[in-house]
């Protein structure tokens, strides 16, 4: 089987994206394992495959490069701008995604602001964080986040008795900084590594950056570039209007043969 694909970043997650539009292409978990492979494949964190929706601008199919499902909020800002690249959308949509519905705005220069699902409330782990921002996250703040041992301890949160049932969770850690900015280092379930930047994980880690003084807009530093996150708080650490802002743009492209 031969594909045409594209590779598109997001502050360093990278992805495959196809378009499935005529809904040739079923991906077994093997070989979106050995397309995600960065030796023996194209080389991703995940891959997405763009499809038509009777009743929004596009289809969003996301899997991480283990081949499980998740919301990417990464992601969806480069399928956003690879559905522009196709034709498909101007400068707003809506799509559908695997938690639902999302809007999204093509703000110019390559940045994608994507509207998040409503966040229900934060739950309070000792000193540490968990919320869903379509996909799980534990939040831990720390120092000298540069030094900290982000694979270790992330891959220990990630396979802990304590999220087994519910297949594990994203783990981020975060460093308050000056000038409303935090520092996010993730662990990403389903990659099984720390990547370059987390959309939902980043989210996550703004909105309990908020239960300690941080205010939206929320300024955001990864290891892979910059972004940022606003929201309206509401009460019991409930948040709307969520939205991730930040850059996505495209690689390259080419053909592979499966």
Known sequence: MKIHFYKYQATGND??????????YKLTNDQIKQLCDRRFGIGADGIMLIEKDPAESFKLIYYNSDGSQSLCGNGSRAA????????MVNSKASFTAYDGVHDAELL???????????????????QDFFLNTGSPHYIRFVKNIHQYPVFEEGKKIRYSEKFASQNGTNVNFVELLADNTIYVRTYERGVENETLSCGTGVTAAALAASMQGCKSPVSIKTLGGELSVEFKSGQAGAFSDIYLIGPAKMVFEGDLEL
């Open 15 to 24: 992805f495959i994206l196809i378009d499935n539009r005529e809904g040739k």
């Open 80 to 87: 956003m701008q690879f559905a522009a690249h196709l034709g």
């Open 108 to 126: 110019g220069s390559g940045v994608v602001r994507l509207h998040m699902n409503n966040v229900t409330g934060i739950q309070p782990l000792d």
